[in-house]
């Protein structure tokens, strides 16, 4: 999905960026900015979808009493 942070295998890599979409074309945009944004032409193949479920955080579990 646009603006997911995803595992994927492409070019013979595997890296960690996030999905992007604009205008029909695929991007591949790094978390540090230092690193450039690649447009996805080859097949890939995604390994997995990063996500976060509400409510887990750690502050939600720890106590001060």
């Known amino acids: 999905a646009h603006g997911a942070y995803v595992v994927i295998d492409y070019q013979s890599e595997t890296t960690f960026r ?3 979409m604009e205008g029909g074309r695929k991007f591949l945009r790094a ?3 230092a690193y450039p ?3 996805m032409t ?3 193949r995604v390994r997995g979808v990063v996500t976060q479920r509400a409510g887990r955080r750690r502050k939600d579990r720890k ?3």
């Open 18 to 20: 996030q999905y992007w």
């Open 31 to 33: 978390v540090n900015a």
């Open 37 to 39: 944004t690649v447009e």
């Open 42 to 44: 080859e097949s890939y």
């Open 63 to 65: 106590r001060y009493d």
